[in-house]
């Protein structure tokens, strides 16, 4: 086997985890691969790291140019969702808290070198020496750009729910914004929850955060009256944690993830913009249907 598709699930993984979107990682696989075949093979001592190097350096440079983008994106932005569980294309199984929904918008916070130093260490276990050596830097400098990162996450990271407990939940969730009942619904809540919506313009979508269980809740439900008869939702894994999915009449609508708290659910991210459902669809359609999703 070529050594390109050999280390294709790892790069892949590299370049989703320093851009936060699938379409701009396949992009960057592509790329690295016309590269690799120009490359004088004999000169290349360590394929893996020659690869890896070549696939952080594009994502650096794919990262920087797009955040000049996302300054004109239409509303929220919000990673791509990526299905896991019987996908592998994340290398996922070992470091599934690696490639979280919650953990790509945190590394969104990091600047392009800082995000590579964490990935590279944190995800796929390279040494400080040879992150240094893959994003072109010294020992000293690589430790110091790990520690900003790591601090930076440390602050805000949430440790994951348990899954049954969150199935339990989002079942209770579910019944209480369908039945319509908003009391009810905000005792699941947690005070300062936040709703937030990607649909980058090319479908109805709150272009800001909904804060606060009052809010959340009649958004909620006043959305499931509107446009609940359209869709059919299931559960599935995304991004290495328990996702709800939303089926309509064309395929696949939106990845939803919920965090939660002690005190009920925190966080609901709602990712609907077609684009970013793009790759998701494909993966989709390729084990032939969303019902083999549920779990």
């Given at each position: 086997?070529?050594?390109?598709?050999?280390?294709?699930?790892?790069?892949?993984g590299?370049?989703?985890?320093?851009?936060?979107?699938?379409?701009?990682?396949?992009?960057?696989?592509?790329?690295?691969?016309?590269?690799?075949?120009?490359?004088?093979?004999?000169?290349?001592?360590?394929?893996?790291?020659?690869?890896?190097?070549?696939?952080?350096?594009?994502?650096?440079?794919?990262?920087?140019?797009?955040?000049?983008?996302?300054?004109?994106?239409?509303?929220?932005?919000?990673?791509e969702?990526?299905?896991?569980?019987?996908?592998?294309?994340?290398?996922?199984?070992?470091?599934?808290?690696?490639?979280?929904f919650?953990?790509?918008?945190?590394?969104?916070?990091?600047?392009?070198?800082?995000?590579?130093?964490?990935?590279?260490?944190?995800?796929?276990?390279?040494?400080?020496?040879?992150?240094?050596?893959?994003?072109?830097?010294?020992?000293?400098?690589?430790?110091?750009?790990?520690?900003?990162?790591?601090?930076?996450?440390?602050?805000?990271?949430?440790?994951?729910?348990?899954?049954?407990?969150?199935?339990?939940?989002?079942?209770?969730?579910?019944?209480?914004?369908?039945?319509?009942?908003?009391?009810?619904?905000e005792?699941?809540?947690?005070?300062?929850?936040?709703?937030?919506?990607?649909?980058?313009?090319?479908?109805?979508?709150a272009?800001?955060?909904?804060?606060?269980?009052?809010?959340?809740?009649?958004?909620?439900?006043?959305?499931?009256?509107?446009?609940g008869?359209?869709?059919?939702?299931?559960?599935?894994?995304?991004?290495?944690?328990?996702?709800?999915?939303?089926?309509?009449?064309?395929?696949?609508?939106?990845?939803?993830?919920?965090?939660?708290?002690?005190h009920?659910?925190?966080?609901?991210?709602?990712v609907?913009?077609?684009?970013?459902?793009?790759?998701?669809?494909?993966?989709?359609?390729?084990?032939?249907?969303?019902?083999?999703?549920?779990?």
């Open positions: 086997m070529d050594d390109f598709e050999r280390l294709r699930g790892r790069l892949f590299i370049a989703y985890r320093m851009t936060g979107t699938a379409t701009d990682a396949e992009e960057i696989l592509q790329d690295a691969w016309l590269r690799w075949q120009d490359a004088d093979r004999t000169s290349v001592r360590d394929p893996d790291a020659y690869l890896a190097k070549t696939v952080t350096n594009l994502s650096i440079k794919q990262l920087t140019s797009a955040r000049a983008r996302r300054e004109l994106y239409v509303g929220e932005w919000l990673p969702p990526v299905l896991t569980g019987r996908f592998d294309a994340l290398e996922v199984v070992a470091e599934r808290d690696s490639v979280s919650a953990l790509l918008l945190l590394l969104e916070r990091l600047t392009p070198a800082e995000r590579a130093a964490y990935v590279l260490h944190e995800a796929f276990g390279y040494s400080h020496r040879e992150v240094a050596e893959l994003i072109g830097t010294t020992d000293a400098n690589a430790r110091q750009l790990l520690s900003r990162a790591r601090k930076r996450v440390a602050t805000e990271r949430r440790h994951p729910v348990d899954r049954a407990r969150w199935r339990e939940l989002v079942d209770r969730f579910l019944a209480a914004a369908q039945s319509g009942e908003i009391e009810q619904l005792r699941l809540l947690a005070e300062d929850v936040v709703s937030t919506a990607d649909g980058g313009g090319k479908v109805i979508a272009r800001n955060p909904v804060v606060g269980r009052t809010m959340v809740a009649r958004y909620l439900i006043g959305t499931l009256q509107k446009f008869a359209g869709f059919v939702l299931r559960f599935a894994e995304a991004n290495g944690e328990p996702a709800l999915v939303a089926e309509g009449p064309d395929g696949l609508m939106a990845v939803c993830f919920l965090e939660a708290g002690p009920g659910v925190t966080d609901l991210r709602f609907l913009n077609p684009d970013k459902l793009a790759f998701a669809a494909a993966q989709v359609s390729h084990i032939g249907g969303l019902s083999d999703l549920s779990w």
